[in-house]
Each structure stands twice: as C-alpha cells, then as structure tokens.
C-alpha cells in the first residue's frame, strides 16, 4: 500500500452518532448524510457502521451515490436530498431511493415512470418546504396544494415533509430570529397539509447545527452530517454548547497519515521545492513525503500544518507540490527514520498537532470542504477503536 492513505475510524464515527442519538428522544429517528463519499471518509463503510450505530435513514446527494450502496448491500431508507435529471428517475425507482419533490413537473415524471414499471405499490417521496434556504423546495404556502397533487397521483405516497436552514450555525440575535421564522414556517406548511387530511409523514428538518442549538425542534428525525464525522459545524457552537454543560465528546473519524519515503541533507544556502520560497539558513534534514495538493493537501496548507513524526511536529518548506513536500527534520535527527510514519492531520488526542476544523479555521473555510477534498487516490484505511 501506498505511504499515503486516509485512516478512518469506525469506531470514533459510531461512539459521535450514538453521542448525538442520547441528546434526542429514543423515537426521533436519525437520518446520517453520507453524501460526497461519506464526506470523503468513504460511503459504504460509513453507511454499514451508521447502520450499526442505530441510523434509520442515510442521506445522500445523487442517484450514483444511492447505486454505490445497494450494490453494497445497504438496505437502510436512502433520502436524495438534491434533484436528479428525467434520465435518472429510472434508476432511482429500481434502486428504491427516496427523492424530495416539489413541483407538479416532477410528480408527473416520477408517477408516469412508475405507471411503466407496473408498480403495485406506492412509491414514498419527500416534500421539500424552501422556508429561506433559498434552494429547493416550494413556498410553505403551496405545500397543502403539492401534497394534494402527491396523494392524488397514482403511484406516489408522501412519506415525508423537509426543510433545510441557512443561518442555523449562526448564534447572532439576527440569525436566531431567521432560523426560528423558517422553523415555524416549516410548522404552518405542515399544518396546511394536515388540514387537508393529509398525513405529512416523516417531518425533519434539523442539519447538525440545528439539532445541536434547537434540539426542541428535531421532530420526528434530523439530518447530521458533520458531527457524525467529528467536527463541529463551527466554533461559537461548540463553545456555546459547553456554556450550556453539552459535551458529546465527538471525534474526528478521518486521520490523514503519510510517511517518510527520503531523508536528504541540505547544506546552509540550498533551496527547496518550487519557486525556492525556503531557502536553508544552516545545515539541515529534510524529510521528502509522498503528499501533496493532488491528493487534497492544499499548498495552502503548508504554513498550518506541522506534520507529526513519533510525536515531534515539523515545519513544511517550500511549496507543496502535487505529489510531495518536504520537511525540515533538524540536523541529524535520528529520532527520524526512513518509512516512519507521518500524521499530516486528524484526532488530536491520537498526535496530530492539527485537525480539519484547525486547518479550515486558518484557510478560511470549513472542515466538510477539508475532509471532501482529500482524493480519491488516497485510500480509505478502515480502524475500529
Ligand atoms: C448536507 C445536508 C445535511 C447535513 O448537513 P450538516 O451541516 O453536515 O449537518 C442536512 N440536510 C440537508 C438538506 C443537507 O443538504
């Protein structure tokens, strides 16, 4: 195996949702988005290890993701959560994903499509309420009219009825009074269908920031996704949460660990990597590792992260280049070997000196965009404590 791989631990991932399932009633369910490859820490074995930790629903993206995981053997309800094109409705009936709809266009493909397999049973779908995400969904004021159209249709059954918020990470007076205006949006379109006899099914809405700051609106089931991972959506919420006495101990689930493959010594004056941005300013060893922006470690990176070998963290020099950078090992380091070890991020209490919420915190993003980013040719090593 290759020097460099991303180590996933499944045991971290089940301890986070059964932490975050204590903090609901035992009958709320919990639908765990394992879109975007499981936010990079590989969708089938999340999905069979969210399973195991009592996960009722699993979120995902597109029709290719639903498809990677019933052909792994997932039978766990799989909810679509964006749209998917006419040419793929086909392929969402035959792999039973449940996809949301909110217009009559849509109804109509999926009942006709259904009419041509001869199903004789009903199809479940979602309605999706836009209550100012300002993505899909229809407005709360349409909602008793579409779940009439669903109910009415010939192979259509609502089997559930969702939002998503925008600001719910935000904890500013502003934000709150947005996110509690969507929220009870939610309940007046909810309330219009049941006024029409309708049973709106399922109702979630909570995404992770929601269920951790209003967990009195979780429903009958929310929808985390980044703190089944181990990171909080953000800092105030995590600080805001420990204010309040709420520590799920969650734990990052992705280490990104590379090794070793060269030391070489570099005499004062010599330069490395492109550009020459580092210059050595006295003898010194530099450690050549098998890691680079094509694997998802950015070259923005290289002033953050401090790699960690045997429990010592280093200084990246240079740039970082597409497969490889280097690090400055000190002079006659022996306490670093050819083929040790590298943890470049991850669980802090494991030895990085970084996890993805650090480096997200110092490149201005976020620890999804940090954990999706790392690329497909690094493999996904599976551990369980
Ligand atoms: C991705 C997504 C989620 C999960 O979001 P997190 O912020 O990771 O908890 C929930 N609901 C919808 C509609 C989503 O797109």
């Known amino acids: 195996m290759r020097l460099t791989y991303a180590q996933i631990n499944l045991g971290n991932f089940k301890n986070n949702i059964k932490g975050i399932k204590s903090l609901f009633k035992p009958e709320t369910k919990i639908c765990v988005a394992v879109k975007a490859n499981g936010y990079g820490n590989g969708a089938v074995q999340c999905a069979k290890a969210a399973k195991e930790a009592g996960a009722d629903f699993l979120a995902i993206a597109c029709v290719s993701e639903g498809i990677e995981l019933r052909q792994n053997g997932i039978d766990l309800p799989l909810l679509m959560l964006s749209l998917c094109c006419p040419e793929e409705i086909p392929e969402v009936i035959k792999y039973s994903i449940t996809p949301l709809i909110f217009d009559k266009e849509i109804i109509a493909l999926y009942d006709e499509e259904l009419e041509k397999t001869g199903a004789s049973f009903k199809f479940p779908v979602h309605m999706a309420v836009d209550t100012g995400m300002g993505r899909v969904g229809i407005r709360p004021d349409e909602a008793g009219e579409i779940a009439s159209a669903i109910v009415d249709s010939k192979h259509l059954l609502l089997g559930g009825m969702c939002t998503h918020f925008a600001v719910a990470d935000s904890l500013t007076d502003e934000d709150i009074a947005y996110t509690e205006k969507q929220y009870d949006a939610f309940l007046t379109a909810i309330k219009n269908v049941e006024q029409l006899g309708i049973n709106p099914g399922i109702r979630h809405c909570c995404n992770s920031p929601a269920a951790l700051n209003h967990p009195d609106w979780q429903l009958d ?137 650090d480096i997200a915190d110092a490149t201005n993003t976020i620890p999804y965009e940090i954990m999706t980013g790392i690329t497909s040719r690094v493999e996904r090593v599976y551990i369980e404590q």
């Open 221 to 357: 089931m929310i929808r985390p996704g980044i703190i089944v991972y181990g990171y909080y959506p953000d800092q105030i919420t995590k600080d805001y949460l420990l204010k309040k006495g709420i520590d799920i101990d969650l734990k990052p689930v992705m280490s990104l660990v590379s090794g070793v493959c060269a030391i070489r010594h570099f005499s004062k004056g010599q330069s490395v990597s492109y550009g020459h941005t580092w210059t050595a300013s006295e003898d010194t060893d530099i450690a050549i590792i098998p890691c680079g922006y094509g694997d998802g470690f950015l070259r923005r990176f290289n002033e953050i992260v401090k790699p960690v070998i045997n429990g010592c963290a280093y200084s990246i020099r240079g740039r970082i280049c597409m497969d490889q950078f280097m690090l400055d090992i000190g002079k006659s380091n022996s306490s670093v070997k050819r083929w040790d070890k590298v943890i470049l991020f991850g669980d802090k209490s494991q030895g990085a000196f970084v996890d993805a919420q």
